[in-house]
């Protein structure tokens, strides 16, 4: 069974920092590309950034590009998304997800706020 | 930027009743890279079609995708009680990948 463990999420103030882990059991994950996609609680899916299998390349949404940074450390079946100089509009429920699309996490939630 | 459009933004209908939900792109897309997903409160996505028809695992028959180009549908052909939920189509072709705004299907 594949399983999307995420933790790292919690309550930051505006201009700080964050990382947001997701451990994936159940697949080769070397061999997977992840995603992340965010919601704003009462909204819609954002597509927030991609990592491909090595992790040589990635890929963001112009909301994030500069602030975000996907990674993933294949060892220990993990991706990353380190979150910088966070703003009240990150705030949302965080999920990674298995490429294909059929994979997600249980979703962790970001709040930005002084 | 690929924009996906849903409509109508809320359905109200009875279970048995046939629900059809329209996703409309603003480029076209080709089939291999348009999804349905179901969402329900406090829940994650979970993955209903790929490939614009092509039922994900475990989902029932009654779900079915269609469509073409800049076009597409989903199609409940009887509600169930357990399916009063929120429903999102989305693209992969194009970066940034991209959702539409949801269609709610809520009990009438």
């Known amino acids: 069974e594949v399983q999307l463990v995420e933790s790292g999420g919690g309550l930051v103030q505006p201009g700080g920092s964050l990382r947001l882990s997701c451990t994936a059991s159940?697949?080769?994950?070397?061999?997977?590309?992840m995603h992340w996609v965010r919601q704003v609680p009462g909204k819609g899916l954002v597509w927030v950034a991609r990592?491909?299998?090595?992790?040589?390349?990635?890929s963001y949404a112009d909301a994030v590009k500069g602030r975000f940074t996907i990674s993933r450390d294949n060892a220990k079946n993990t991706v990353y998304l380190q979150m910088n100089s966070l703003r009240a509009d990150d705030t949302a429920v965080y999920y990674c997800?298995?490429?294909?699309?059929?994979?997600w996490g249980q979703g962790n939630l970001v709040t930005v706020s002084s | 930027e690929i924009v996906m459009t849903q409509s109508p933004a809320t359905l109200s209908l009875s279970p048995g009743e046939r629900a059809t939900l329209s996703c409309r792109a603003s480029?076209?897309?080709?089939?291999?890279?348009l999804s349905w997903y179901q969402q329900k409160p406090g829940q994650a996505p979970r993955l209903l079609i790929y490939?614009?028809?092509t039922r994900a695992t475990g989902i029932p028959a009654r779900f079915s995708g269609s469509g073409s180009g800049t076009d597409f549908t989903l199609t409940i052909s009887s509600l169930q009680p357990e399916d009063f939920a929120v429903y999102y189509c989305?693209?992969?072709?194009?970066?940034?990948?991209?959702f539409g705004g949801g269609s709610k299907v809520e009990i009438k």
């Open positions: 997800v298995k490429d294909g699309w059929g994979s």
């Open positions: 159940g697949f080769t994950f070397t061999t997977s590309w």
């Open positions: 990592i491909n299998t090595d992790g040589t390349s990635t």
């Open positions: 480029q076209t897309v080709y089939n291999s890279y």
């Open positions: 490939g614009t028809s």
């Open positions: 989305q693209q992969d072709y194009n970066l940034p990948l991209t």
